[in-house]
């Protein structure tokens, strides 16, 4: 029998993922991911208030914070047709924007960038060198000679104090790092200043929605009235904040996250051509200009990329039940008709059906279901969701922006178009929408301070707020783009109240299990695509692909009751 890797939790992401893989010598021949916690937030907003869901399904995730949010109001405003002002569009933007720039630096340096930088290593660099090293990718201001060694006595004095902490645990001396010690320092150096970046980028949250983590949404509009003279409403204090913010997030990308990554990312060309998969990519598309009802506006399209195929995008709609389904063949859910079939969100089921096994248990039984997550497709294809599948999307669809920023990437590391899909591409193209989205943000600041000055002023449309105006019966759906990928939200409303809610969201697209014809999810496929094991006790290539979706498994399993009490405790002895 050939060997199978277990990683089981993988770390340095947010909730509760397993991956097996089945070794064929050194190369990883199939891979099965798994959730390994119930997800039931649908049950719990059946029955509420459709103005109340967003509180809710914004506790989804701990580490998205808004996202959820911002589809829930949108999903009820798209049932009651429901408009909201130009300004609210714009702070909408704007905090998801910021989610998005807080998010992706995050991920890079926290989450991620410690599958290709071995921090003991830069015990050993010469912060003259590394000097000379950062200042020749980039006019960052912190990197002279005495900075960095500063900073190697910082990260000396952990190892010798024995309180690694954040850097313990993990497989350094791995023969897969290639950095040298000195480009490790810099990468160690700018880890640590991101973390005290990331508290004042957090802040534009508070300005807008009152608090980070889960700020204030509502539907019809934002929480926040603009009165340039009061000090209980958006006020010009607090915009100059704001643009404040915006500069420093754009001069951290420019400067430091940008720099970085083509830096690290060329000791690793291999990785172009490794962990793609599907070559399916999806988009719901975002940041619209002038309204969620015009996609033409939207900076980020809607569409649907089949086989790598950049010359057709595919028209996607949410609302046609033989495009989006989710099935739960391999899932440890049910369905009232039987576990093969297909269902629409707006039909959508969570019944639960577990069958599995109790830990501790040495693998899973990956003929029958083995995940708490569903299986969504794309008229009937598995797809990728995220970074990648957006920054193609803006490709393949001609933008300028996104067309000069890959081709220089792809120039730099010298690599052929064929590159962006992969882990390598994947990584690249977090890196590249952030540059992208943290520049659209001036331009939708820019706006808001004229619509202001031309003296409109309205956030919030309070047409259709008293339920009696309601239809008895409506259903809508809410999508944006999270960092992590296409999240949409499904509602029906009956008679003033949650009849079913679903959420699709980025981690079930990518990292859901084989659907009933056997198709695999994009981290399964990703894993089955080229992947050599130096060390299997070490799987550090399976971290790499599976980092570079930027996992976040909350939004995809999570369990309480309706009042919040405890269902199950899980003792391993």
């Not at 998205?64 to 909201?84: D, F």
């Not at 969701?385 to 999307?393: I, N, S, W």
């Not at 079913?500 to 999810?521: C, H, K, L």
Request: charged share 20%; glycine share 8%; with cysteine.
């Amino acid at each position: 029998m050939s060997e199978r890797i277990v990683v089981d939790p993988i770390t340095r992401i947010e909730g509760h993922l397993r991956i097996e893989a089945r070794m064929d010598g050194d190369q990883i021949a199939e891979a099965w991911s798994s959730g390994t916690m119930v997800r039931g937030i649908e049950i719990i907003l059946k029955g509420r208030d459709p103005r109340d869901a967003w509180a809710f399904a914004q506790r989804i995730c701990g580490v998205c914070t808004l996202v959820h949010g911002i589809a829930s109001v949108r999903s009820v405003e798209n049932a009651l047709n429901y408009s909201i002002p130009a300004n609210a569009q714009l702070i909408r933007n704007l905090m998801i924007g910021a989610q998005f720039i807080h998010d992706h630096v995050m991920h890079f340096y926290h989450l991620h960038a410690l599958d290709w930088v071995d921090v003991v290593s830069a015990l050993s660099a010469d912060p003259k060198a590394t000097s000379e090293l950062a200042q020749s990718i980039s006019s960052w201001p912190k990197s002279s000679p005495g900075y960095f060694s500063d900073m190697k006595n910082k990260l000396k004095n952990f190892v010798e104090a024995g309180q690694l902490g954040i850097f313990a645990n993990a497989y350094w001396g791995h023969p897969a790092y290639k950095l040298p010690p000195e480009a490790n320092l810099m990468a160690v150096s700018h880890y640590l200043e991101a973390l005290a970046w990331q508290r004042d980028v957090a802040r534009l949250h508070t300005i807008f929605g009152g608090k980070n983590p889960h700020p204030n949404f509502l539907v019809g509009g934002v929480p926040c009235p603009i009165d340039l003279n009061s000090d209980s409403a958006l006020n010009a204090e607090r915009l100059a904040k704001v643009q404040n913010i915006i500069r420093q997030m754009q001069v951290f990308v420019d400067q430091v996250y940008v720099p970085d990554t083509l830096a690290i990312a060329g000791f690793y060309k291999e990785w172009a051509s490794r962990g793609e998969g599907l070559g399916n990519f999806l988009t719901v598309g975002d940041f619209p200009e002038t309204g969620m009802n015009d996609p033409s506006s939207y900076l980020i399209p809607p569409g649907a990329i089949l086989d790598r195929d950049l010359s057709t995008i595919h028209e996607v709609d949410l609302n046609a039940p033989d495009q989006v389904q989710e099935f739960v063949g391999h899932s440890w859910y049910d369905y009232s008709n039987g576990k093969n079939q297909g269902l629409h969100p707006y039909e959508g089921e969570t019944r639960f059906n577990y069958t599995g096994p109790k830990p501790p248990y040495e693998h899973l039984d990956v003929d029958q279901s083995y995940s708490w997550m569903k299986s969504p497709r794309w008229k009937g294809h598995a797809m990728e969701v995220g970074p990648l599948a957006r920054v193609l999307m803006l490709y393949a669809s001609g933008h300028e922006q996104t067309r000069d920023l890959v081709d220089m990437t792809l120039k730099t590391l010298d690599v052929p178009v064929k590159a962006l899909f992969s882990t390598l591409g994947r990584t690249a193209a977090r890196t590249l929408e952030t540059k992208i989205i943290a520049d659209s943000m001036q331009t939708w600041y820019d706006n808001l301070i004229g619509n202001i000055r031309k003296g409109e002023t309205d956030t919030f449309n309070d047409r259709l707020w008293e339920p009696s105006s309601w239809p008895s019966e409506a259903k809508g759906v809410g999508f944006m783009e999270a960092p992590r990928g296409a999240l949409a939200h499904w509602i029906v409303i009956r008679n003033g109240k949650i009849d079913n809610y679903q959420a699709v969201v980025p981690s079930t697209w990518n990292a859901g299990p084989r659907d009933p014809a056997g198709q695999p999810g994009a981290y399964e496929a990703a894993l089955q695509d080229n992947h050599q094991m130096a060390d299997p006790r070490q799987p550090i290539e399976i971290l790499r692909t599976i980092h570079s979706f930027d996992p976040c498994i909350a939004c995809a399993v999570h369990v309480t009751d309706p009042d919040g009490e405890e269902l199950v405790q899980v003792k391993i002895k």
